[in-house]
Nanobody, 122 residues
Framework: QVQLVESGGGLVQPGGSLRLSCVAS????????MGWYRQAPGKERELVAT???????NYGDSVKGRFTISRDNAKNTVYLQMNSLKPEDTAVYYC????????????????WGKGTLVTVSS
């Protein structure tokens, strides 16, 4: 069994910064892609950022230049550094990781955390 746990959310003023973390635990052989998505009230879930196993990154248009995704493979952890936060960044942020649970797995599976709330407000 695999679990993903996010942390680092909270209340921040516009222009401020937060750093989210997401650690995977359980039966893990190898992790491929990692990423962050978010869902604001009344809106669909949207891509924030992804990072491949070799460090290639991709960002949603609304966060380019403000957010940075990174990973620590030794700790099974993905981070999201969020700077210059805006009220429209308010959302529940979800972590996802694509994981092989054993060397015998034919395909990796996508796992999701339960989310962490980020509120940007003065």
């Amino acid at each position: 069994q695999v679990q993903l746990v996010e942390s680092g959310g909270g209340l921040v003023q516009p222009g401020g910064s937060l750093r989210l973390s997401c650690v995977a635990s359980g039966s893990i052989f190898r992790i491929n892609a990692m990423g962050w998505y978010r869902q604001a009230p009344g809106k669909e879930r949207e891509l924030v950022a992804t990072i491949t196993s070799v460090g290639s990154t991709n960002y949603g248009d609304s966060v380019k230049g403000r957010f940075t995704i990174s990973r620590d493979n030794a700790k099974n952890t993905v981070y999201l550094q969020m700077n210059s936060l805006k009220p429209e960044d308010t959302a529940v942020y979800y972590c996802t990781q694509t994981i092989y649970r054993s060397e015998y797995d034919i395909a990796a599976m996508d796992y999701w955390g339960k989310g962490t709330l980020v509120t940007v407000s003065s």
